[in-house]
């Protein structure tokens, strides 16, 4: 997301608090606009989504707060993620409970957070559990392409190296 490869529009949200808190601006690192996406209201049930254009095996996500001085940033969150747009399962923890990944200490430290169990998704939103003054994030999904795993299991699969033992 950090360099462009993900396009603007691909990035939405359930609300956004002005044109220049956009969900576009919630990109790693981002300092377009005001810095970052930030809710219209910071109540439990916004989100931030990136739509990835097509199957991902996501590992992990990073995390930071709204920049240019505001002091705003979400200190846990959940994620959710979808095939389809339509149909969301949330991250479980160890236990099956949704899991609740901790979130930033101020507005400019990145957080990484990785899966222990990787996923495939197409889409993945984020939903700001707890935050410091108000509901803003910038996010980055870790991972890569299902056909680059595809193409390195066939390749492990066609392999005569013995790579188990």
């Known amino acids: 997301m950090e360099y462009g490869a993900i396009p603007d529009g691909s990035i939405t949200a ?32 916004q989100w931030l989504q990136v739509d990835l254009g097509e199957m991902k095996r996501v590992t992990g996500t990073v995390i930071q707060g709204r920049n ?34 901790p979130g930033n200490a101020d507005m400019n430290t990145p957080v990484t957070n990785l899966l222990d169990n990787p996923i495939t998704a ?27 795993m595809f193409l390195l299991l066939s390749w492990l699969e066609s392999s005569s190296l013995d790579v188990f033992y």
């Open 122 to 148: 197409r889409f993945v939103r984020f939903y700001p559990q707890t935050w410091h003054k108000h509901m803003s994030m910038r996010v980055e999904i870790l991972g890569c392409s299902t056909d680059s």
């Open 14 to 45: 359930s609300s956004y608090y002005h044109p220049d808190l956009r969900p576009l601006y919630g990109r790693l690192n981002g300092v377009r606009g005001h810095g970052s996406w930030a809710a219209t209201t910071s109540i439990i049930g």
């Open 68 to 101: 240019r001085g505001a002091e705003q940033w979400v200190t846990s969150y959940k994620l959710r993620y979808s095939a389809d747009g339509t149909v969301w399962t949330t991250y479980p923890g160890s236990d099956g409970s949704d899991m609740v990944f």
